[in-house]
């Protein structure tokens, strides 16, 4: 596609379940962000992906908190046991040069 | 400290008007530096490369002081369409640290 698409646009869950996030980066980005964003706040740096090397998974906000990308294709972001503090927008992002980052438009989650 | 830490505004300026945004950053050795807009509700989006140089592009001009650890975009002539809120970017490492916005509101 000619850009970055993620799925679902919005999620409703309840409070305890596990979600998955989809991000399908722009083809031959080699780098991929995920980012939250609260409502009224700034972004918020999860995980970073670049090529096959580790990721770095230094923004996880706890362990409930995965993400996964098999060499430069989609990655899942996957939350368990949602809690109510996670309802966020989820952003992905993917990059080819370094900063130039081009982003999604987000899966906003809701947790009930 | 935060790593990276704007005005969060808002600016309410007249169509025409230039408006100056700031920003600083805590780590020394960040590398690279970035302006985005994110329009409401809506995706960041880049804006500009912050050169040691500074750089212009149009009406927007940005600049960086290495030795202050700061950040400037200029915006002359504002227009209407120059409403969103203006993310600093700095590259620390891997990551794209983003500050938290200025919200900027152009009216007629």
């Known amino acids: 596609g000619a850009g970055v698409s993620q799925s679902p646009s919005n999620k409703v869950t309840e409070k305890g379940k596990d979600v998955e996030l989809r991000c399908d980066p722009i083809?031959?980005?080699?780098?991929l962000y995920w980012y939250r964003q609260r409502l009224g706040q700034g972004l918020e740096f999860l995980i970073y992906f670049q090529g096959n090397s580790a990721p770095d998974k230094s923004g996880l906000p706890s362990d409930r908190f995965s993400a996964e990308r098999t060499g430069e294709s989609v990655s899942t972001l996957t939350i368990q046991r949602t809690q109510q503090e996670d309802s966020a927008v989820y952003l992905c992002a993917s990059s080819l040069v370094l900063g130039e980052a081009f982003f999604g438009q987000g899966t906003r989650l809701t947790v009930v | 400290r935060k790593e990276v830490e704007q005005d969060p505004g808002p600016f309410n300026v007249p169509e025409g008007a230039t408006v100056a945004f700031n920003c600083t950053y805590s780590?020394?050795?960040?590398?690279?530096f970035f302006w985005y807009r994110q329009d409401c509700r809506k995706e960041p989006k880049l804006l500009m490369s912050?050169?040691?140089s500074g750089n212009e592009d149009g009406r927007f001009t940005a600049q960086l002081n290495r030795a202050s650890q700061y950040i400037s975009l200029l915006i002359r002539d504002s227009k209407l369409s120059d409403s969103a809120t203006y993310l600093c970017v700095v590259q620390a490492g891997t990551a794209l640290i983003f500050g938290k916005g200025t919200t900027l509101s152009v009216s007629s």
């Open positions: 780590n020394s050795a960040s590398q690279s």
């Open positions: 912050v050169y040691s």
């Open positions: 083809s031959g980005h080699t780098a």
